[in-house]
């Protein structure tokens, strides 16, 4: 089933959240502790991301092109819409805005390697372990997130499962027209832009500013874009 490992990751999510729920209780000191230090890792990872780039210039040109479509856009307003829709509908449940934490939550599940990585290997070769391995690591970060931003972390499964779905999808045919070396471009550029938005969440958690992520979004499309007239002009 190419859709399995994406179910699961969201079923992960949801769990992570409901044993997150447990933990609000927890000192505030130490919730603000442990969101720094959530922050700070993510920074880490989004380096480690970053530095996958074999062109850098892709990158930045990609961040900056899909600044500009996210912000006419304005993807993040739309994010926060349907995070406020939610806390309309259900309700604030305990601590935390539903949609401060459905937005947060759906960018460091979405904005990652191993989403993209993961989804395309249930695709191409109905492989699911990456996905498994995300849906362990994000059913902790639900976890923890949930006893910081409250119950709107569960709500990220939505866009999880249906951004890994779509690309899961749309693997099961990309073999037949993309040659191996420009897929692994395309995933590099895309892991490399998409480390960079992963420094920017760990910069919000840390409050060290607020950065609009989720209209930096369009930027993973663009890099993909990019890599492939590089390659082409290569070819030709």
Known sequence: MVLLGAIVNGIAIIAGTLLGKLLERIPES??????????????????????????????????????????????EDKFTRAGNWLERRVGAGGRGSISLGFVTASLVFVVGAMAILGALDSG?????????????????????????????????????????GAIALLATQIT??????????CIAEMTATGGVMIIGIGLNLLGITKIKVANLLPGILVAVLLVVL???????
Do not use: C
């Open 30 to 75: 130490m919730k603000n502790t442990v969101m720094q230090a959530i922050g700070l890792a993510l920074m880490l990872l989004g380096v480690q991301m970053g530095l996958k780039s074999g062109n850098f210039l892709i990158v930045i040109l990609s961040l900056v092109i899909g600044a500009v479509a996210g912000e006419w856009i304005n993807i």
């Open 176 to 185: 037949r027209f993309v040659p191996d070396a420009l897929l692994n471009d």
């Open 230 to 236: 590089v390659h082409n002009f290569q070819v030709n």
């Open 124 to 164: 191409i070769k109905g492989n699911h372990e990456i996905l498994y391995a995300k849906s362990i690591m994000d059913g902790f970060i639900a976890m923890i997130l949930t006893s910081t931003l409250g119950i709107g972390v569960m709500f990220s499964a939505i866009p999880v499962v249906l951004y890994q």
